[in-house]
């Protein structure tokens, strides 16, 4: 089925440092979703966007909607420890039905002490 | 307090004998979907129903069946257990369509051996 290619797969970082993550896919979407999971919880969701070209914070996240439609990026600035986890983008197709999306396989974020 | 809940957590079985996962939400949401995560992979949508006796298949249903009796209810069903379907499996709810934030269970860690 339609993919979705989520990089980078993990992350290794300093505590404090940025992280940028994004989600591409040949095709185009309408909406795009970023779900965060913590260590032996299910995910939970930290930001949709439903416009091209959309910019939306949440803390200290920031994700954007790509202006072509096939692309979404995460930003985490300042990561603290309780940053780590997986991030999940997700995403419904432009020509699905209603009832459908579809997840990347995920960026796993680690923070070093 | 809103939340979906999945029974049993955990469960180790032998191939060929009939398991149920039972799910169940208590926020009136009219959308619910079964996921299972592997290493590397993602999540994977198994089954979801966006009403009550309405259920269809998402990317990975070979092997299991759900059935949506009631609004609040969505159990998964392994007829015949195999060890490839051991997996951490993810119940989820949202009010409508799944892009709508999709309220997700604490998981279930399924092993068939």
């Known amino acids: 089925g339609q993919q979705l290619n989520q990089s980078p797969q993990s992350m290794f970082i300093q505590e404090g440092e940025d992280v940028s993550m994004n989600c591409t896919s040949s095709s185009i979407f309408n909406t795009w979703l970023w779900y965060k999971q913590d260590p032996g919880e299910g995910p939970v969701l930290l930001i949709a966007?439903?416009?091209?070209?959309e910019l939306t914070s949440n803390g200290r996240l920031t994700a954007q909607f790509g202006t072509t439609r096939k692309d979404s990026f995460l930003n985490i600035s300042a990561s603290i420890p309780s940053d780590v986890g997986i991030y999940f983008c997700a995403g419904q197709l432009k020509n699905s039905p209603d009832d459908k999306i579809i997840f990347g396989k995920g960026t796993r974020l680690h923070i070093l002490p | 307090e809103a939340q979906v809940t999945q029974n049993p957590r955990y469960l180790i079985t032998v191939t060929g004998k009939k398991l149920t996962v039972t799910c169940s939400q208590n926020?009136?949401?009219?959308?619910m979907s079964w996921y299972r995560q592997d290493p590397g992979l993602g999540l994977r949508q198994i089954y979801y129903?966006?009403?009550?006796?309405?259920?269809d298949k998402g990317d990975v249903p070979e092997g299991y069946k759900v059935s949506r009796k009631e609004k609040r209810n969505f159990p998964l069903i392994l007829e015949s257990p195999s060890p490839n379907q051991t997996s951490l499996y993810f119940c989820?709810?949202?009010?409508?369509?799944?892009?709508?934030?999709?309220?997700f269970g604490p998981g279930t860690r399924l092993t068939v051996t």
């Open positions: 966007l439903y416009k091209a070209g």
């Open positions: 926020m009136n949401h009219e959308y």
């Open positions: 129903s966006m009403n009550v006796e309405v259920t």
């Open positions: 989820a709810s949202s009010l409508s369509y799944p892009v709508d934030e999709q309220y």
